[in-house]
């Protein structure tokens, strides 16, 4: 079965330093990873996808097939990047529903 | 476009009482998910339905659990003679007809019902 896991709880650094979120998943087929976020008393939201390949806010993620990872990297944070953030995983063919991961909270301290 | 809407925001229950969400998907999504949030813990599938079809339920409680999408009006999830295990934020989520879902659309999520069971 799917699997995806996010080792940190709460991710904590202050404001213009690096961030990594670390998602690292397991499955056998070829997965669509995504990452989504949650602000503060604000509804779950795509932040990006890796069939994209693309940067929003800053945030980019790179599929590592070989170490089955999807870190989700911004060389700067900001306060308005505080929230938490899920890893997830949709499955290449069987139905559409997404696996979480655990969840990190980022907190950016000023 | 009013996004994905969830009814009631909170509700609480006591014990042995039935609890009601209720979700009305983006307009235009023939597809909605119902995802669990235990506290402390990541989203979890439950159900998964189109109109008046449920695709898949493998992550539904096998019992006093039950979800429904109806031709008309919002998709329903219906817990029977709630426990306080029950408590937990469920969120309901829309996507397009499988075709776009398979082209890289994603799923976009309602703001949740938190459910407090007494």
């Known amino acids: 079965a799917q699997r995806v896991t996010q080792p940190e709880k709460l991710l904590s650094v202050f404001k213009g330093a690096p961030v990594e979120l670390k998602c690292n998943y397991s499955y056998s087929g070829s997965p669509e990873l995504f990452w989504y976020v949650q602000y503060s008393r604000q509804r779950l939201q795509l932040l990006l996808r890796h069939i994209s390949r693309e940067s929003i806010k800053g945030f980019t993620a790179d599929l590592n097939k070989g170490e089955t990872s999807f870190h989700l990297k911004k060389p700067f944070a900001q306060e308005e990047d505080s929230a938490m953030y899920y890893c997830?995983?949709?499955?290449?063919?069987?139905?559409?529903?997404?696996?979480f991961g655990g969840g990190t909270r980022l907190m950016v301290k000023p | 476009n009013a996004g994905v809407m969830q009814n009631p925001r909170h509700l609480v229950r006591r014990r042995g009482q039935e609890a009601r969400l209720r979700c009305s998907p983006m307009?235009?999504?023939?597809?909605v998910y119902w995802y669990r949030q235990l506290p402390e813990e990541g989203l979890k599938f439950m159900v998964y339905l189109q109109k008046e079809n449920i695709i898949d339920e493998s992550g539904m409680p096998k019992e006093r659990f039950s979800a429904e999408f109806p031709k008309e009006g919002p998709s329903i999830l219906r817990i029977q003679q709630v426990v306080r295990g029950d408590s937990a934020a469920y969120f309901c989520?829309?996507?397009?007809?499988?075709?776009?879902?398979?082209?890289?659309?994603?799923?976009?999520f309602g703001p949740g019902t938190r459910l407090l069971v007494l």
């Open positions: 989520a829309s996507s397009p007809s499988q075709s776009r879902v398979r082209r890289g659309e994603t799923q976009y």
């Open positions: 307009k235009g999504h023939s597809h």
């Open positions: 997830a995983l949709k499955e290449s063919n069987a139905g559409n529903m997404l696996t």
